[in-house]
């Protein structure tokens, strides 16, 4: 591993969740060390002279190759024991590391969380060089994460939860054509609750955001649901004073 | 200054944004240093062994004699040149610190920014053996603050105002009882906006979470407005769900 221990900011690290949608669910980018069984988000360090959310787009962009002009900070982990881990402290022994890396890596760090929701249609994660792989696993079938990288994750959930009516959770996480079922799936999938499809389709066709488009004529045509796009500056005006849709 | 920096984890602080509520609208707890005119927010650094969080609560009660058993994590500051100043360096190396400890000052910091809402009549601040003085400030007549802390004030402020249906807000800042008038000029403090008299009163009292008590009896006693309480019961059901009281 080529690592200049010197152009970093000891002891502060960045960790990124970025979240995609599928018909499976919420998913969650995670990377596979090579070597020991040990999967982690994508996270580094922050430079010397860099702003720390520059350092988070630059570290989504080498480690995962995504590039994204922003990522949202959500909270910082400052657990004293967030690293402790033991089978981990010996797999990253076996890695034999030069003696500084492994100092550096054994301090203390404390880490800033960033989050973004990104249509999965348009974002090709490539793992990088200490990397084995990298790829999107729903929550409920997250592999072992290695230090607090888990509750890092959850935070985030329940941060984009918190947040619903103010994220532009349909727009970055829906591909540009979708039905009011993906839709209604996708806020079920944030919020763990079934929500009432009558309801749901009422109160959202309201807030008069969308676009209708014409059905694709097909054998039993009538059967197919429409497809919806954000109408994306109305969308973006009720953002502004909150997408209140979900109580 | 008796400081050990070998106890403390270097390059990461915490700085608190205490707010407190009175007649004049909302208002935040400012330290004077002792010797230059350096104003700055009670903050200061992590224990080797300590959490982040816990330490931001013994920050406080060590800086400001604030006993409070949480805080309020609410942003993370890592702007690069966040602490240059140059007026600052000067008046620092006024001070004829130890060399270590100027070197410890003068490495970079990124801050993780913690909130408390506290009731201006259960909180009596005292400055601490580095500071001349603490007080409470309005925004509009806050000093000049040290670093980037006058943007950690609005980035808070910033973030009660997103979170204010779902932040403790009146029970925390008002006293016991209070007026329809003294909640609605609290919610215009921190909106920074006129709210309707009629509507406000009409929608906040259809919350339900309110005890009204018997007017005091006065000479024109029938003009004396209703004092309330909150009932806390219902208050902490409601906000957990979201007082949707304000869009």
Redesign the interface.
Known sequence: MQFDINQF????SVDCVILSFDNEGLKVLVMKWKGPEMFCLPGGF?R??????K?AVRVLLERAGIDLPFLE?F??????DRRDDSSLAHNIKMLKLPKATMQWFEQ?F?T?GFLSLVDRNKCNPKPDLMSESIGWYTIEELPNLIYDHRSIVEEAIQYIR?QIN?LPIGITLLPEKFTMKELQHLYESILERKLDRGNFQRKMLKLGIFNRHEKQLEGGAHKAPYLYSFDREKYQNLLE??I?FV?
């Open positions: 900011v000891p002891g502060h922050i010397k002279e860099e702003d720390l959310d350092a900070q909270s910082t982990f400052g657990r004293a203390r404390i800033t918190n103010y004073k909150g209140g109580s």
